[in-house]
């Protein structure tokens, strides 16, 4: 049990376009999302925190206009990386936390802008 | 100081031997603790979870907690090449909140 998937794994795009990733609890509930960045050879860092139904929550110097973050549902939150550049270019994974005290992550998505 | 400290390594063992594992905390607070491993561009694969302190076994993998010394341990017996990954510890108080601490890893390889 305690399956999150992201989609996609890995996306290419050009420099101005927007991203969107998706990350879905299969089998649980998610009443919390989080998003995490990775760089290389790096530890996690928390972007942002979010709630179904409400606003997410933003970790200090994370763009809230850039990284816009959806949880419209207890299974599926969305980021969406707004006109990317190639420093937003990163492994981003999600996370998800049930009913339990802990969270169970995606694969992950690697994002490259050209 | 960090909430939580862990030793980033490297670290490097023979196959077969015991992995010792640590991460040490400032907040008392804790009573949730977390062990997951990582292996290059996937994502954190939760190993163990316990609460409060006490041991729990999970076949080749020991979780210990000690709250009275603020340290946590992840053993690994009998070591194997597939274990090579970056072993996270993470944490949390009690049960409101969303707040989770995270280590910031310790980068194993284990040598055929």
């Known amino acids: 049990g305690a399956v999150v998937s992201q989609h996609p794994s890995r996306v290419i795009c050009k420099s101005g376009t927007s991203v969107k990733i998706e990350c879905r609890s299969l089998?649980?509930?998610?009443?919390?999302m989080f998003w995490y960045r990775q760089f290389p050879k790096q530890s996690l860092m928390l972007m942002a925190t979010s709630n179904e139904g409400s606003k997410a929550t933003y970790e200090q110097g994370v763009e809230k206009d850039k990284f816009l973050i959806n949880h419209a549902s207890l299974t599926l939150s969305t980021l969406t990386v707004t006109s990317a550049h190639p420093e937003d270019s990163s492994f981003y994974i999600c996370?998800?936390?049930?009913?339990?005290?802990?969270?169970?992550f995606g694969p992950g998505t690697r994002l490259l802008v050209l | 100081q960090k909430e939580v400290e862990q030793d980033p390594g490297p670290l490097s063992v023979p196959e077969g031997a015991i992995v010792s594992l640590n991460c040490t905390y400032s907040n008392s607070a804790f009573q949730y603790f977390m062990w997951y491993r990582q292996y290059s561009r996937k994502g954190p694969e939760l190993l163990m979870y316990t609460y409060s302190s006490g041991n729990k076994e999970d076949g080749r993998f020991t979780a210990q907690v000690d709250k009275s010394s603020k340290y946590i341990s992840l053993f690994i017996r009998d070591s194997q090449p597939s274990d090579s990954a970056t072993y996270l510890c993470a944490m949390k108080v009690g049960d409101t909140g969303n707040q989770f601490y995270f280590g910031t890893g310790t980068s194993l390889t284990v040598i055929p």
């Open positions: 089998d649980f509930q998610a009443t919390t």
């Open positions: 996370s998800a936390r049930g009913a339990s005290e802990t969270q169970y």
